[in-house]
């Protein structure tokens, strides 16, 4: 699931698509994820259907569509569309079963459908109520077990936000980065009090013997070090325990090391998921300090 806090930035810069600066996740190099930033939307998307009776599959509301469909294509189209509705099928069955036997283990959700209400319909102006509604559905979705990953990007490179609640609304977001200033410095520490309001949800949610966030890996990260696109050295903070099989309390350094790469980290991250890839990115070994 892709949450965000600002709209996707339209048109081109430097002969790139701002799409690029506007989403995290992607499912090719050139095909972002899409990003929800409407706080009722993306409530609706993750929790509409979990409080109605059954596990319903998906395919349910959609198989009257594809029925009429099958109509009007060819004997290829056809087969390549019933294709593709049997393998969605059976990842269902997969999850479904995946989700049996961890009830078996002893393991399931603190919360069957959401406690909170669902937001109101529009776009928020208040940029505090955004984050946080943004990430009150984000630890909602962790304690139902409704996704296991989701991106929360709180504004985009290319940001046009502005920070009144701050006293910093004389100048837009990408703006005041290229400065370095006490203003800039309390616009990067409110992105950082979003990090530990979501650290401090998940905490107070009790799993077995663990909280959420021992369960969990949460990342905060920065596309550049500076506002004079110093990409050098990123800063990255790392929290939760992620099921017992990270490494906390550690300040790494990599600066000057020649194999660094941000996607060792990812791949470390689906290592400790137990979902072993031979590369992520650029990336084909796991940061074995993590």
Same mark, same amino acid.
């Given at each position: ?65 594809? +029925? ?51 937001? +109101? ?40 936000l502005r920070f009144p609640h701050l006293g910093v609304d004389y100048m837009i977001h990408h703006l005041l980065s290229h400065s370095d200033t006490d203003d800039w ?12 309001y979501i650290a401090r949800r998940l905490d107070e949610i009790q799993e077995g013997e663990r909280t959420a966030l021992d369960n969990t890996m949460l990342m905060l ?25 990270? +490494? ?8 000057? +090391? ?33």
């Amino acid at each position: 699931m892709g949450l965000g806090c600002e709209k996707s930035s339209p048109g081109v810069h430097k002969d790139y698509s701002l799409l690029y600066s506007s989403h995290i996740s992607w499912s090719s190099p050139t095909t972002p994820t899409p990003l929800e930033v409407y706080p009722a939307l993306a409530f609706d998307q993750l929790f509409k259907d979990k409080a109605q009776a059954g596990d319903q599959s998906v395919l349910d509301a959609v198989l009257s569509d594809a +029925k009429d469909l099958r109509r009007n294509i060819s004997r290829l189209d056809q087969q390549k569309l019933d294709e593709y509705l049997n393998s969605v099928r059976e990842v269902e069955k997969r999850i479904e079963s995946a989700g049996k036997r961890g009830e078996i283990q002893g393991w399931r959700p603190t919360l069957r459908k959401p406690d909170m209400p669902r937001p +109101k319909d529009g776009y928020p102006q208040d940029i505090v109520e955004h984050m946080r509604l943004m990430s009150d559905i984000l630890v909602l979705a962790f304690q139902t077990d409704t996704t296991r990953i989701c991106t929360l990007k709180l504004n985009n490179d290319h940001g046009t936000l502005r920070f009144p609640h701050l006293g910093v609304d004389y100048m837009i977001h990408h703006l005041l980065s290229h400065s370095d200033t006490d203003d800039w410095l309390k616009v990067n520490q409110f992105f950082l009090e979003q990090m530990a309001y979501i650290a401090r949800r998940l905490d107070e949610i009790q799993e077995g013997e663990r909280t959420a966030l021992d369960n969990t890996m949460l990342m905060l990260c920065s596309s550049m070090l500076t506002g004079h696109h110093d990409a050098t050295q990123l800063p990255v903070v790392m929290l939760g325990g992620g099921g017992g099989r990270i +490494k906390g309390g550690q300040n790494l350094n990599y600066l000057g +090391k020649p194999d660094r790469q941000m996607c060792r980290l990812f791949l470390s991250m689906m290592d400790k998921m137990d979902v072993p890839l031979d590369t992520f990115g650029d990336a084909t070994q796991p940061l074995g300090e993590v």
